[in-house]
């Protein structure tokens, strides 16, 4: 486990913690360790890698009301040994974790527990933490007085004793470990008057931390690190897939396909254009038109449309390619397509 969480300095200014995921060319992070214009050359990694690349979550917006998405990827320039899988369940509540990351040039191992969602925190404070996204924890010493959870909202664990641990400068970032796999990720801490054992926020008995629920993330992390699905050109009928599931992030391009049951004898020519169902160009697909001529001896041409993605929960939806068909006597045929976008979100 210590070999493969890594101490990431920025502009040698500060620093943060990371984690190799599996395959060992990314690193996931914290997205609050970097600026908008971070470069890969500005980062340092102790390691023999370098960064190439740096991926922002797309909706981290540095909101001290939420710190929604804190996530952040870092490729490297080459694959290193070994990696952790991310966790990909429902059940961290109630879980104890390990966290590993680094405390100045220390590499250390600390422990707590996941007592429940950080968006619990939103109607005392006027948070806007999206509903079970973060992972919400508190310092517990064994005493009521400083349960901090249990005190505000009725959550009560008294901690697990003398392994209890807090993050603290240097482990944002870090992960947390449940099953050896990757639970989630060091975001902030935060306090109370009503719980804290001293007025300052120093990692102290009585405090809270937030870490990012990477089982929640795990569509982004893999859009990043796998792409999206990439299908094939259809050449018959049986492959053309009229229905095709909506990416979360990005985009895949599909196919209709205009076939014939045998090589054509004489050229022909055809005007296609998509047109809106309840699917909507520019926000569920991109509309595309033009002009195709088929000659003697081809029998099929696939005409791609590209599927835009997003995590909306939303019904399916369904767009039309129209196909008019000109023909030597100058008389035209008009043909319609339908494809389904199938939503595959769901709410959190």
């Keep these: 486990m210590t070999t493969q969480v890594f101490k990431l300095s920025l502009q040698g200014r500060f620093y943060d913690s990371g984690v190799l995921l599996a395959g060992g060319q990314y690193i996931l992070t914290a997205a609050h360790l970097f600026n908008t214009d971070a470069l890969p050359t500005d980062l340092s990694i102790n390691t023999n890698a370098h960064a190439t690349a740096i991926y922002i979550h797309p909706n981290w917006k540095n909101d001290p009301s939420n710190y929604n998405h804190d996530l952040a990827l870092i490729k490297l320039d080459h694959s290193l040994t070994g990696g952790y899988d991310i966790y990909r369940g429902t059940a961290e509540i109630g879980q104890p974790f390990t966290r590993v990351g680094y405390v100045g040039n220390q590499l250390v191992e600390r422990q707590n527990t996941y007592d429940t969602y950080t968006n619990i925190v939103n109607p005392l404070w006027g948070n806007t933490v999206e509903t079970n996204s973060q992972l919400l924890y508190d310092y517990d010493d064994g005493t009521p007085q400083h349960d901090a959870l249990g005190i505000l909202f009725n959550v009560n664990h008294l901690g697990l004793g003398a392994a209890e641990s807090m993050s603290q400068a240097g482990l944002s970032g870090a992960p947390t470990f449940i099953n050896n796999q990757i639970a989630g990720i060091g975001s902030y801490i935060f306090r109370s008057d009503a719980t804290d054992v001293n007025s300052v926020l120093d990692s102290s008995f009585g405090e809270m931390g937030s870490d990012m629920r990477v089982s929640v993330e795990a569509d ?25 599931p909506e990416p ?98 769901i709410m959190i």
Excluded: C
């Excluded at 929960?313 to 397509?337: C, G, H, R, W, Y």
């Design 220 to 244: 982004w992390i893999d859009y990043v690190t796998k792409g999206n699905p990439v299908y094939s050109e259809p050449n018959v009928k049986a492959d053309v897939m009229t229905s095709v």
């Design 248 to 345: 979360n992030y990005g985009s895949v391009i599909n196919y209709f396909l205009a076939a014939f049951s045998e090589p054509l004898k004489q050229d022909i020519s055809f005007d296609y254009r998509t047109l809106d169902g309840t699917a909507i160009s520019g926000q569920d697909y991109l509309a595309t038109q033009g002009h195709i001529e088929l000659h003697i001896g081809q029998d099929h041409v696939a005409i791609p449309v590209t599927i835009l993605g997003d995590k909306q929960v939303e019904s399916d939806e369904n767009f039309e390619m129209e196909v008019k068909f000109s023909l030597p006597n100058n008389s035209a045929i008009t043909l319609i397509a339908v494809h389904t976008i199938i939503d595959n979100d």
